[in-house]
Every structure is written in C-alpha cells, then in structure tokens.
DNA sequence: AAAATTTGACCCGT
DNA sequence: ACGGGTCAAATTTT
C-alpha cells in the first residue's frame, strides 16, 4: 500500500480502485494457483477454494464495473465541474440549456436533464436489520411501488457531488411483522471514504454456527463464551485518544454511525493489533480464514449492539449478524 | 447556518 | 400512458 502509493498518487480515484481491485485478485490468484498446485502441503478446504473463486470472480465483475463507470462518467476526475455533466447522458439531449433562462416561475420549472439510468451491477439482500453498513447515505426520494405493500426509499452517496461517487442504493420494506427489508445495492463507490470500517480476518462466513465474534487483539474468531474476557481487557487499554460515547442516543439511527466509527477507531488503531506482515496474511489465507469487512454498532429493531460481517468482495447474501451476548445496554459496551 | 429529509412534480424507458 | 427513478423546494433536524 505504500510502495504503491507514491505512483498512484495523482490518479483519479476509480482508477485507483481498479488497481486495487486487480492487485487484490492477483494475490488471490496467486494463493489460488499455490493451492492447487501442492494439494498434498496445503490443507484442501473446498469450501475455501470455493470463496477464492468467488472473489476473484467478483474482483472482475467490480473491475469492469468500475472501468466502465470510468467510460460514461469522464467527469469523475473533475467533481468540481461535474454537475453539469452528471445529468447529461452522452445523447443530443443538451439542447434545453441555452434557451429558456428569464422566467423561472414555479409552473416554468427549470427543466434539467436527468441523468441516464445506471445500468450498472446491482446486487440485493434481505435483512432483518437496518443497521449502518458502513457508507455515509443521502436519501433523495421515496416512492410506494406496484405491488408492494410499504414504501421504496432510495439513497445515493453522500459525495456524490463532492466526489462523483455513483454508488446508490434502495430499501424496501417486505414485511413488517418481523421486520424485513430488501436493501438493493447499485453501483460501486467510487468515494474516498470507501469504507468506514477495517479490514478485519474473519472466519469463514459459511461456517454453521453464524454466532461471529471478533477478536480485535488477534483477529481472529472468539467463541461465545470468551467475550466476557475479551472485551474488558480493551476497555483498560483504549482508552485515550479515542473518541467517546458520551452523546450517543438510542433513540435514532445516527447513533449507531457514531457508535461504529468509535469503534471503529479503537480496532484500526488499537496498538495491541498486531501488523500483520504479508507473509503471514498468507498463512492465515491457509489457515481458511477469509478477509472480510466487520460492522458493528447499535442495532434498532433489536435494541442491543451488534456486530456483524460480509465477505469483502462479494456483497450478496452473506451477511452474518449476531449479537453479542451479554451486552444489552449501552452501558454494558466496553469503551468508556 | 448547514446538513439531512420529506414530498410532489418531473423525467424517461417501456 | 404508466410506473419506477430522480429532482429540488420546502421543511425538519443537527
């Protein structure tokens, strides 16, 4: 990330994303071909060849999503002068812009051109949850749909003016009785802020018991049981220099993104986090373990914190969320 | 004051 | 013309 750093500096940043969309498959590639090609030294988990597949398939599909958001939107690389081309498609639409400028009445509404339909990738999920998944969203509109029984809302990127990031995406309510919502992603970021969370090892997301847990201190997976001895001992040691709680509520959603980014600072700069050296990633690549994101933060419907987790690369169905036992109340998280 | 949401009008593909 | 998606003024929240 370094090294690289000093010749990527100056490139736009969806190109930056791409490479670092392919040097993230390469590596997966490289881990891939290393395994099939000594069967016998390294452990064989299908399951886990399985997920290497999967993401570099996904690498791929956000790669070409990303070129291709690079070949329709040139403008990304000037967001100061994007408005006027983020709502002209590349058609001979741009003719209602020099007629027409005295009379702007409410009934003679300034008619812009609207920006053509992404036809990028889109990919869904069901949850029960409306919890922060780690972007900073602006709802813009909201609609009820045909056969739906609740609203659609939709939401795009905060940057999406600042920085031309075209990422979107859509919640529907399916169901209400257990809370259910159909949260469609379009698009990729293309936003500096990418993620507010770290990267984090995690088990493998398939595994049976979906009860996940972090070990900040090792990253790796804790069993239920251990949290208890876990949690405290973070308490002790993070605790200057990191943001507080003191003005969280619960009462609305905007706490969980505070929450989460205190949290958040306290995993990525914990010193007790130990640097893992490329090597080593590698081992734990063959130890099964699969890199994913992690989130956590207060949870609405279930009135408790949680944590939870998706693959990194691919961003349908594998959530995995859990609560973390024994913390029901605020005062019971271990910050502070 | 600034940022975020609400809401009806508007746009566009089918 | 319809319906899903988006805009932008008004309104609310921070």
Request: negative net charge; hydrophobic residues 30%.
């Amino acid at each position: 990330m370094d090294q690289s750093a000093t010749w990527l500096e100056g490139l736009p940043i969806n190109r930056i994303k791409a490479f670092q969309e392919l040097n993230q498959g390469q590596e997966l590639t490289n881990n891939l071909r290393e395994m099939l090609q000594w069967p016998r030294k390294i452990k064989c988990d299908p399951e886990y060849e399985d997920g290497l597949v999967m993401q570099v398939a996904a690498m791929f599909k956000n790669t070409l999503s990303i070129l291709d958001s690079c070949t329709s939107d040139q403008h990304l690389q000037m967001p100061a002068a994007d408005l006027c081309l983020t709502y002209s498609s590349e058609g001979p639409i741009s003719e209602n812009f020099g007629e027409s400028e005295g009379s702007i009445t409410p009934a003679n509404r300034k008619k812009g051109v609207y920006k053509k339909r992404n036809n990028s990738w889109k990919s869904s999920v069901v949850t029960s949850t409306l919890v922060d998944d780690g972007h900073a969203w602006r709802k813009y509109g909201q609609k009820h749909i045909n056969n739906a029984n609740y609203q659609r809302s939709y939401y795009r990127c905060t940057y999406k003016f600042d920085q031309g990031c075209l990422a979107a995406k859509q919640v529907q309510m399916i169901e209400d009785k257990p809370p259910k919502y159909k949260i469609t992603y379009i698009g990729n970021h293309t936003c500096k802020n990418l993620q507010r969370s770290p990267e984090i090892i995690l088990d493998s997301p398939t595994s049976r018991d979906t009860s996940i847990l972090l070990n900040f201190e090792t990253k790796g997976l804790v069993a239920k049981t251990e949290v208890g001895t876990y949690f405290p001992y973070m308490k002790d040691e993070v605790k200057e220099g990191y943001p507080s709680h003191g003005n969280l509520r619960h009462d609305r959603y905007s706490s969980s993104s505070d929450l989460q980014s205190s949290l958040n600072a306290c995993v990525s700069h914990n010193p007790l986090e130990p640097k893992l050296e490329p090597e080593m990633s590698s081992e734990f690549n063959r130890e099964h373990m699969i890199p994913s994101k992690v989130h956590s933060g207060w949870d609405d419907h279930h009135d408790t914190i949680s944590a939870w987790a998706y693959q990194s690369m691919t961003s349908t169905h594998d959530y995995e969320m859990d609560h973390i036992p024994g913390m029901n109340d605020l005062n019971d998280f271990p910050f502070e």
